[in-house]
């Protein structure tokens, strides 16, 4: 390691706040300083060559270094990063943005609002469902349903939208707003129940949590396709469009928050209709729409909800909600460039024709005795962990399995991330034969480089 890398590891220790920092590890554990990319190989800061198969953070879906977003970005940066797009300002960016996302987003999801991220963008939706049923003389329908495992941000609004209950320890969340409902886990979650049945119990318990708190005071339910911080937990066939269905019968609105499978990653631009049936009320993105080169996070909403809240009021004609940085010029520009590279480098078609290969080698990974389960769709992979196969408990967490494997791997020469009791797998949308091929190996050899680290033998 390098002089320079223990300096800059040491300002980083001393100065920088991580996310979701490990108070417990992070004086033992120096960072890796990340320093270059390239496609799909990252860098670190003494020139160690990786496969990214995290894709930073589930989202640089056209991989690192792009030279052409570089030129956007110059380009745009020179000719205005920046303006507000308060009131009645805009720029092209902005609105051709819009019009790109209306196009590729189902039915009547024409109208976008911009954020800086998945949380805020989550936000956002909140608000302006509780705006549009204040409109509408409902000023009741406030709460939301959500789902334990289901990940949404970390504002305070966002992080109480998120069902995974360990994130909340020591956190205050927005009291009696949000109300969870059972993970579409089917691994742990179905018990004696079969795929179908365990499917209808979560249409049921659904329904009946929208009559316990009364139809009149449930505003929306928001959902994942399929989870992914939480585990990468894909529900059961049948089960996006049956709770879309409850929800109707009710008069609750439908958030998708596709901030992860959005633009390619399941090899879709939009998956909640193309890949699973439904027509959200409200489509929440982020990561994948700029390939994570910008922040930039985009709300969008149905005709229905923007005729009402498009209506002035008597009192006072604004929607009193806006971010400096909503609708950022040079972000907007970006995303729309990004988009335009996965369309023309054919990136979901790739993610199409790869994908049967990838799950294929990932597969064979179930034959390990500590694999319970290689589950997710395309490029969204969860590999859990489990101590017995066949009661499925997990390991002792002093034994650290996750990271253990995160280790092995990253000697290797591949990222992947720990969470729990599973290694995500999430790759950027250009992985090819040959990178699927080292990512299989790379991962067996180091799941069996930990199973001999705390003694299990084959
Ligand atoms: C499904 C989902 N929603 C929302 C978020 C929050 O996005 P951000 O971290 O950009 O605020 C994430 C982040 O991982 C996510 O996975």
Redesign the pocket.
């Known amino acids: 390691m390098s002089k320079n890398t223990e300096v800059i590891q040491q300002k980083d220790m001393q100065y920088y706040m991580h996310n979701y920092a490990n108070f417990k590890t992070y004086k033992e554990d120096r960072s890796v300083i990340y320093a270059k990319g390239e496609k799909h190989f990252i860098y670190d800061n003494d020139g160690n060559r990786y496969l990214d198969g995290l894709a930073g953070?589930?989202c640089v879906n056209i991989g690192h270094g792009n030279k052409e977003i570089a030129q956007c970005m110059a380009e745009q940066a020179q000719k205005l990063a920046y303006y507000n797009t308060f009131g009645d300002s805009s720029t092209a960016p902005a609105a051709e943005l819009a019009a790109k996302l209306a196009a590729l987003a189902p039915g009547t999801l024409n109208h976008t609002f911009y954020g800086?991220?998945?949380?805020?963008?989550?936000d956002s939706a909140i608000k302006i469902i509780h705006y549009y049923f204040n409109m509408l003389g409902k000023p009741n329908k406030k709460k939301v349903i959500s789902r334990n495992l289901?990940?949404?941000?970390?504002?305070f609004l966002?992080h109480t939208l998120t069902g995974i209950q360990p994130t909340h320890d020591h956190f205050d969340l927005v009291k009696d707003l949000v109300h969870y409902v059972t993970a579409p886990y089917t691994y742990h979650e179905a018990g004696d129940k079969n795929e179908e049945e365990f499917c209808d119990f979560l249409v049921q318990e659904l329904e009946d949590k929208i009559l316990e708190l009364g139809a009149d005071n449930v505003a929306c339910f928001i959902a994942?396709p399929i989870l992914?911080?939480g585990g990468v937990i894909v529900p059961p066939e049948g089960y996006h469009k049956r709770t879309w269905e409850v929800c109707k019968k009710y008069d609750v609105l439908y958030i998708s928050?596709?901030?992860?499978?959005a633009f390619g990653r399941l090899g879709h631009m939009v998956t909640s209709y193309n890949k699973f049936d439904f027509e959200p009320d409200v489509l929440?993105m982020?990561?994948g729409l700029s390939s994570g080169y910008i922040?930039i996070?985009a709300t969008m909403i149905s005709d229905e909800i923007f005729d009402v809240i498009s209506r002035p009021k008597s009192d006072n004609p604004y929607f009193s909600h806006g971010f400096t940085y909503g609708g950022h010029a040079l972000a907007c520009a970006v995303a729309l460039k990004n988009i335009e590279i996965i369309e023309r480098e054919k990136l979901c078609e790739n993610v199409l024709e790869q994908s049967p290969y990838f799950w294929e080698e990932m597969k064979k990974l179930e034959d390990l005795p500590i694999v319970g389960e290689v589950r997710g769709s395309h490029y969204m992979m969860g590999i859990e962990f489990v101590a017995d196969k066949k009661t499925k408990a997990h390991f002792d967490p002093e034994i650290d399995i996750t990271k253990r494997i995160y280790k092995n791997c990253k000697e290797r020469g591949l990222i992947l991330r720990p969470i729990d009791s599973v290694c995500i797998i999430s790759p950027p949308l250009t992985y090819d034969r040959e990178a699927i091929e080292r990512t299989a190996h790379i991962v067996k050899e180091s799941v069996l480089a930990a199973m001999e680290e705390v003694e299990i033998k084959v």
């Open positions: 953070l589930w800086t991220g998945g949380s805020m963008a989550n289901g990940y949404h941000g970390s504002t966002a994942e992914g911080a928050d596709e901030v992860v499978t929440v982020a990561k922040p996070g």
